[in-house]
T-cell receptor, first 116, second 112 residues
């Protein structure tokens, strides 16, 4: 079974600074997808960024980028120029195989607070 | 396109009762997945329906069931409610064979 571990329950960062959230996973699969989701206090889960395991290039979406280390099974999220609206809980998620495309395994989440 | 909608948003039930939650996916999406979110257990996968068929199932007791209709709307039913069923229930839809899921706002269920 796949597991996803987020070792930082809480983090804080000053507005405009950069912060990195950690995620490690365990799987025997070779083809899989990794995701970061954001869940603001309003509770709507939003997809932030995704990474296909077969791609060596790290994904980037505006201020959000990942550092994907396949051999180390590590998938960290970097938020640059942090904004107050980035305050939320962030979940790392794993998905493997087309038959499991609708099933995500989530980490326990990291609560990020951006301070003014 | 309208997003994923869930009804009701809040629900209070008594132990032993049953409850039905509804999820309408994004137009054109045929897959609906359900997740339970609690402070203690985090986010856990319940099941996925794709074109009216259950494609995958998580590790939950048989009291948790679901179905999907021909218009892709899905319902989740929990029978004989227990206090531990109090949670935020999220549904997520995806289109075709895409790996990206889009979540609804959730239904907050409180069992007293």
């Amino acid at each position: 079974a796949q597991t996803v571990t987020q070792s930082q329950p809480e983090m804080s960062v000053q507005e405009a600074e950069t912060v990195t959230l950690s995620c490690t996973y365990d799987t025997s699969e070779n083809n899989y997808y990794l995701f970061w989701y954001k869940q603001p206090p309003s509770r709507q889960m939003i997809l932030v960024i995704r990474q296909e395991a077969y791609k060596q290039q790290n994904a980037t979406e505006n201020r959000f980028s990942v550092n994907f280390q396949k051999a180390a099974k590590s998938f960290s999220l970097k938020i640059s120029d942090s904004q107050l609206g980035d305050t939320a809980m962030y979940f790392c998620a794993f998905k493997s195989g087309i038959w499991n495309a609708g099933k995500s395994t989530f980490g326990d989440g990291t609560t990020l607070t951006v301070k003014p | 396109k309208a997003g994923v909608t869930q009804t009701p948003r809040y629900l209070i039930k008594t132990r032993g009762q049953q409850v039905t939650l509804s999820c309408s996916p994004i137009s054109g999406h045929r897959s609906v997945s359900w997740y339970q979110q609690t402070p203690g257990q985090g986010l856990q996968f319940l099941f996925e329906y794709f074109s009216e068929t259950q494609r995958n199932k998580g590790n939950f007791p048989g009291r948790f069931s679901g179905r999907q209709f021909s218009n892709s709307r899905s319902e989740m039913n929990v029978s004989t409610l227990e206090l531990g069923d109090s949670a935020l229930y999220l549904c997520a839809s995806r289109g075709g064979e895409s790996y990206e899921q889009y979540f609804g706002p959730g239904t907050r269920l409180t069992v007293t």
